[in-house]
C-alpha cells in the first residue's frame, strides 16, 4: 500500500463506519476526486473536529488530484480539534506574493508564489509558484511547490510540479525537528 493510500485511509476513518468505507471505495475504483468531495463533506456535515495537520494533509492530496481549489473554502471550515498544530493551511488567494527571489531565482523568475502551508513553528512556508495567465489569473497548476524561510523571501528546497507529496513530506520533517 502507497504512503497515500494510508493517509487515505487514515483520513477517511474518521468518518462513521458506512461513510468511511465510501471514501476508502473511491480511492479502490480510482476516483480520488469523488472520495474527496465524500470526505470533505462528511467531516463538515458530522461536525467531525480534525487537527490542523489533517486540513493541511487533505489540502495536498486534493491538490494531487486537482480538487485543492473547489475544495480549500471547506477545508478551512473544519472544526479544530484543540489547540493549534504546528502546521498550518493557509487561504493563499488573501496573500499572493508577487514575485520570487533568492536562491532559486532562475527556474522561479516571472511565477507567483502562492502561500500554501506553514510551520508555526519554525516558520517556513510551502508555496505552489505559479505562471500568471495571459488573461491575468494563476495556472490552475503549479509549475513548482518552494519550501521558502519565514519572511517568504527565500527559497530553500525547490520540488517539481509533481510532487506536492513530496514537499510537504520535507516541510513536515523540518517543523517536526524544530524546538
Not at 494563476?138 to 524561510?149: G, K
Request: net charge negative; charged share 20%; with cysteine.
Amino acid at each position: 500500500m502507497t504512503d497515500d493510500a494510508i493517509i487515505w485511509n487514515r483520513l477517511a476513518a474518521l468518518l462513521p463506519e458506512a461513510e468511511a468505507q465510501e471514501v476508502k471505495d473511491c480511492w479502490d475504483i480510482g476516483e480520488q476526486e469523488a472520495g474527496l468531495g465524500l470526505l470533505v463533506s462528511g467531516i463538515l456535515g458530522h461536525q467531525v473536529p480534525i487537527s490542523e495537520t489533517a486540513k493541511a494533509q487533505i489540502s495536498v492530496l486534493a491538490e494531487t488530484w486537482g480538487e485543492r481549489e473547489s475544495l480549500t473554502p471547506q477545508i478551512l471550515q473544519c472544526r479544530d480539534d484543540g489547540p493549534p498544530g504546528h502546521l498550518k493551511l493557509l487561504d493563499g488567494d488573501a496573500c499572493t506574493v508577487p514575485e520570487a527571489t533568492g536562491v532559486a531565482e532562475q527556474d522561479l523568475a516571472g511565477l507567483v508564489l502562492v502561500p500554501w502551508i506553514t510551520c508555526t513553528r519554525c516558520g517556513q512556508v510551502l508555496m505552489r509558484a505559479h505562471a500568471r495567465e495571459s488573461w491575468g489569473d494563476l495556472s490552475y497548476l503549479a509549475r513548482y511547490y518552494v519550501i521558502t524561510t519565514s519572511n517568504r523571501a527565500t527559497p530553500l528546497r525547490l520540488f517539481p510540479t509533481d510532487s506536492a507529496t513530496a514537499a510537504f513530506a520535507v516541510l513536515q520533517r523540518s517543523c517536526s525537528d524544530a524546538p
